[in-house]
């Protein structure tokens, strides 16, 4: 991404779901400014670090790295939940 290797900047302006950015805290490869900026550039982003971790989280730390991914889909579960349940009482109402 950095050196021109991938240009994924159009791409990244195209994704409009709920998405998460999990990234290695001493990531040496890509700098944490970039999930940062990612994190930006993403409408609907969430940002979520590893400690102790470099640039492969899911190889690095497995269980902290799914324990992430397992928070931010049930988080997505509950929001949809949540979202089905204002709907009901919408329609109820009227």
Same mark, same amino acid.
């Given at each position: 991404m950095i050196t021109g290797g991938y240009n994924v900047i159009n791409q990244i302006k195209q994704v409009k779901q709920k998405c998460l950015v999990l990234? #290695? %805290?001493?990531?040496?490869?890509?700098?944490?400014?970039? +999930?940062?900026?990612?994190? &930006? %550039? =993403? /409408?609907? +982003?969430?940002?979520? &670090?590893? #400690?102790?971790? #470099?640039?492969? /989280?899911?190889? %690095?730390?497995?269980? %902290? +790295? +799914?324990?992430?991914? =397992?928070?931010?889909?049930?988080g997505d579960s509950l929001d949809k939940a949540d979202q089905a349940s204002s709907l009901s009482s919408t329609l109820v109402s009227t």
């Open positions: 990234w #290695g %805290e001493d990531d040496g490869i890509i700098s944490n400014k970039q +999930a940062y900026r990612l994190q &930006q %550039e =993403l /409408p609907s +982003a969430i940002l979520r &670090q590893v #400690g102790q971790c #470099g640039h492969i /989280p899911h190889v %690095e730390k497995p269980r %902290e +790295a +799914a324990k992430h991914v =397992l928070d931010f889909l049930e």
